[in-house]
């Protein structure tokens, strides 16, 4: 039976992932920072750790192998949204910001990597990277910058582990309705407005992404890596119709 690591599982990206994965019989292991958040999940473990400190991505991954067995898949789920400019960003705000995407995603990777090259074991990851990664849009400089960075170390990563039989990958997202969004999506209007932004209309859903990322963990991937794939309505790709 396939295992699977996921930080972030009590978030909406990570719980979509959690029933998809657990559906097709991998063996989850959920990970939040909080054991409250994680009391409705329903997982193989649930691991309180905080994966955004070197320590806390470490003991996430030593007590999924202690509960359930080594990790051969990864699922990085953290992240957070932070529309201000440059000059209206504080430094909590950007600290945070690079804490939970990009330094999350690196201790993970670190700790993950670590584990399955000690046990000689092949694997996939998935990390989140968002539109604002791929394209200028205005109002995006500090996740922008934590995205890209995740980006630029899944590239490497892959580099890094493909002799070792680990596939890395990335998704970049548009707006997703997941709690996260809730404050951009808490109108009909607003939902609207965003919407209009996409050439394909519509707001992303959390299990549209997580059948990709399915996708990538599994065996019909197996020549896939080093990858962002985009699922944003034609955002990053195309130009609308202007009629
Ligand atoms: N929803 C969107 O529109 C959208 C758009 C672009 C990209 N994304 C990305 O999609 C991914 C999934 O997000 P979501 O929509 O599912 O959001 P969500 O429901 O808010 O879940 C995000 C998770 O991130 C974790 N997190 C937040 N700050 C953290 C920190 N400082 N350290 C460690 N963990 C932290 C939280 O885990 P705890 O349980 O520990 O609190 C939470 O469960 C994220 O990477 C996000 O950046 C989302």
Not at 59 to 66: I, S
Not at 96 to 113: N, P, Q, Y
Not at 221 to 229: C, E, F, L
Request: proline share 4%; charged share 15%; with cysteine.
């Amino acid at each position: 039976m396939s295992i699977a690591l996921i930080p972030g599982a009590a978030g909406g990206l990570g719980r979509a992932v959690l029933t998809r994965l657990a559906a097709r019989g991998v063996a989850c292991a959920a990970v939040s920072r909080s054991a409250e958040r994680l009391a409705d999940v329903e997982a193989g473990a649930r691991i309180c750790a905080d994966v955004s400190t070197f320590d806390g991505a470490a003991t996430a991954v030593a007590q999924c192998r202690d509960q359930l067995g080594l990790p051969t898949l990864l699922v990085h789920c953290p992240g957070t949204i932070l529309l201000a400019p440059a000059h209206r960003t504080s430094e909590a705000q950007w600290r945070d910001t690079l804490a939970a995407s990009l330094d999350s995603a690196f201790f993970t990777l670190r700790a993950w990597s670590a584990a399955l090259l000690a046990a000689k074991s092949p694997g996939a990851a998935v990390f989140v990277s968002t539109v604002a990664a791929q394209i200028g849009v205005a109002n995006h400089e500090a996740i922008a910058a934590a995205k890209g960075g995740i980006e630029a170390m899944v590239r490497s990563a892959a580099a890094t582990y493909a002799p070792h039989g680990l596939r890395i990958n990335a998704v970049a997202t548009g707006l997703m309705d997941t709690p996260l969004a809730a404050g951009l999506l808490r109108s009909e209007a607003m939902r609207e407005a965003s919407a209009k932004q996409y050439p394909l209309g519509g707001i992303g859903s959390a299990d549209e992404l997580a059948s990709l990322i399915d996708w990538l963990l599994g065996d019909d991937a197996q020549r896939v890596t080093g990858q962002v794939w985009s699922v944003d309505g034609g955002f990053t790709a195309i130009r609308p119709l202007v009629r």
